[in-house]
């Protein structure tokens, strides 16, 4: 059964860089058929979409954050990243990771989220 | 890339049925038929419950269904169980992901 699994800090100073991994395990991460991809969800609001990628490295992001993203992928370690740079108290969020289906483009699969809290 | 419309809250009794609107433009909705919805209970990572507006994924109950006419697109729960009660997305792809601002089902 595929899991997907995000880890990183926590907490973040503002103006710094928040850092996050998605480890996929259960199955493999370079399959044609998915794209990989963050979504976010601010304490009691709804979901935002920040960026997905592809195995082969190919990225698509939210217009609305992507001066600030950088989302890559480690088939060999079978993990996709999330850099969100100068955060702000905004950026306080469930942090998700999905996987999406190519052609049919929804998220089948959802990791458990991570809390990350922007604050000094 | 604006988020598509959804109403804050519907309510409905058990056995009733209920429709959530999401209400999009030409540039999404109304351009694709890539409309999703997703169920989150509290604390819950979201789960699919329709996609390519209107199909179920194995293991969905029949009681879930989607439709779209225009530039809105709509979820309707018929029978409603108490398990029902939950936060519901829709989401709209053309080109980029765009979700809705999600809408509270509280089951009387």
């Known amino acids: 059964q595929l899991q997907l699994q995000e880890s990183g800090p926590g907490l973040v100073k503002p103006s710094e860089t928040l850092s996050l991994t998605c480890t996929v395990s259960g199955g493999s991460i370079s399959s044609s058929n998915y794209y990989w991809g963050w979504i976010r969800q601010p304490p009691g609001k709804g979901l935002e979409w920040i960026g997905s990628i592809y195995y082969s490295g190919n990225t698509y992001y939210n217009p609305s954050l992507k001066s600030r993203v950088t989302i890559s992928v480690d088939t060999s370690k079978s993990q996709v990243s999330l850099k969100l740079s100068s955060v702000t108290a905004a950026d306080t969020a469930v942090y998700y990771c999905a996987r999406s289906v190519t052609l049919y483009w929804y998220f089948d699969l959802w990791g458990r989220g991570t809390l990350v809290t922007v604050s000094s | 890339q604006s988020a598509l419309t959804q109403p804050a809250s519907v309510s409905g009794s058990p056995g009733q049925s209920i429709t959530i609107s999401c209400t999009g433009t030409?540039?999404?909705?109304?351009?694709?038929?890539?409309v999703s919805w997703y169920q989150q209970h509290p604390g819950k990572a979201p789960k699919i419950i329709i996609y390519?507006?209107?199909k179920r994924p194995s293991g969905v109950s029949s009681r879930f269904s989607g439709s779209k006419s225009g530039n809105t697109a709509s979820l309707t729960i018929s029978g409603l169980q108490a398990e029902d009660e939950a936060d519901f997305y829709c989401c709209s792809y053309a080109d980029n992901w765009v979700f809705g601002g999600g809408t509270k089902l509280t089951v009387l």
């Open positions: 030409s540039s999404d909705i109304g351009n694709s038929n890539l």
């Open positions: 390519e507006g209107h």
